[in-house]
C-alpha cells in the first residue's frame, strides 16, 4: 500500500531479458535503507526488490506487469519515481495507492502557466476507467487531482514542488505513463455493473 507522494528518484542503470522477466538495477539515494523482498513502486509499479548492492538494488518485473504497464519503453538512464510502501500510522498524505496499474496512458499537451503546469493525459476507453472531477488519479506513482476531466481523457496541475522532485519535468507530448485510477471509485464502478 501507497500514497503516492514521491520519496525520491532512481535511475535505471541495467535492464536484463531473462525469458519472459525483465530484471531491472537502479540506483537511488535510498537503497541503503532497502530490504531484500521489500516492494517499492516505481512509476507506480509495485516492484519486489531481489537483490542489493552498494548504491544500487534490482528489481524483477514478470510478463503481466510488461503487458499492463509502460515498463517495456523504460531504457537505461531513464529517471523513476520511487516510493517505500506506507507505514502503518503515518499521514496518508496522498490517496489510497496499490501499487497496480491500470492501464498506460499518453500525455497529450502541457500548458506552462504561471508558476505551474497543466498536464493532459488521454487513455484507451475500452478497460471502461473514469476519472471524476476533483478526483484522485495516479500518474507514474504520483498522487495527483483530477480537473477537466473528460470520457478517456483528463488534465492534472503540477505545482513547482511536484513538477521539480518528480520526473514530470522529463514529460513531452507523446510519453507513455501508468495509470492507477481511485480504488474507491473502481469498487463503486464494479458494483454498478454487477447490479445491471
Given at each position: 500500500?501507497?500514497?503516492?507522494?514521491i520519496?525520491?528518484?532512481?535511475?535505471?542503470?541495467?535492464?536484463?531479458?531473462?525469458?519472459?522477466?525483465?530484471?531491472?538495477?537502479l540506483?537511488?539515494?535510498?537503497?541503503?535503507?532497502?530490504?531484500?523482498?521489500?516492494s517499492?513502486?516505481h512509476?507506480?509499479?509495485?516492484?519486489?526488490?531481489?537483490?542489493?548492492?552498494d548504491?544500487?538494488?534490482?528489481?524483477?518485473?514478470?510478463?503481466?506487469?510488461?503487458?499492463?504497464?509502460?515498463i517495456?519503453?523504460w531504457?537505461e538512464?531513464?529517471?523513476?519515481?520511487?516510493?517505500?510502501?506506507?507505514?502503518?500510522?503515518?499521514?496518508l498524505?496522498?490517496?489510497?495507492?496499490?501499487?497496480?496499474?491500470?492501464?498506460?496512458?499518453?500525455?497529450?499537451?502541457?500548458?506552462?502557466?504561471?508558476?505551474?503546469?497543466?498536464?493532459t493525459?488521454?487513455?484507451?476507453e475500452?478497460?471502461?476507467?473514469?476519472?471524476?472531477?476533483?478526483?484522485s488519479?495516479?500518474?507514474?506513482?504520483?498522487?495527483?487531482?483530477?480537473?477537466?476531466?473528460?470520457?478517456?481523457?483528463?488534465?492534472?496541475?503540477i505545482?513547482?514542488?511536484?513538477?521539480e522532485?518528480?520526473?514530470?519535468?522529463?514529460y513531452?507530448?507523446?510519453?507513455?505513463?501508468?495509470?492507477?485510477?481511485d480504488?474507491?471509485?473502481k469498487?463503486?464502478?464494479?458494483i454498478?455493473?454487477?447490479?445491471k
Amino acid at each position: 500500500m501507497f500514497t503516492g507522494i514521491i520519496e525520491t528518484l532512481g535511475t535505471i542503470k541495467e535492464i536484463t531479458k531473462d525469458k519472459e522477466n525483465l530484471h531491472i538495477k537502479l540506483n537511488s539515494n535510498i537503497t541503503n535503507e532497502l530490504k531484500i523482498d521489500q516492494s517499492v513502486a516505481h512509476n507506480g509499479i509495485c516492484l519486489t526488490v531481489v537483490a542489493i548492492k552498494d548504491s544500487e538494488y534490482t528489481v524483477t518485473a514478470i510478463k503481466e506487469t510488461i503487458e499492463k504497464t509502460n515498463i517495456s519503453s523504460w531504457k537505461e538512464n531513464d529517471v523513476i519515481n520511487l516510493e517505500r510502501a506506507m507505514k502503518l500510522g503515518d499521514r496518508l498524505d496522498g490517496h489510497i495507492v496499490q501499487g497496480h496499474v491500470d492501464q498506460i496512458g499518453i500525455c497529450k499537451e502541457i500548458t506552462e502557466t504561471n508558476g505551474s503546469w497543466y498536464f493532459t493525459f488521454e487513455y484507451d476507453e475500452a478497460s471502461n476507467n473514469i476519472t471524476i472531477e476533483k478526483g484522485s488519479i495516479t500518474i507514474n506513482g504520483t498522487s495527483l487531482t483530477v480537473v477537466n476531466s473528460k470520457r478517456n481523457e483528463f488534465s492534472v496541475a503540477i505545482i513547482p514542488y511536484t513538477y521539480e522532485n518528480t520526473n514530470f519535468k522529463h514529460y513531452k507530448v507523446g510519453t507513455i505513463i501508468n495509470l492507477e485510477f481511485d480504488v474507491l471509485g473502481k469498487y463503486i464502478k464494479r458494483i454498478q455493473e454487477l447490479q445491471k
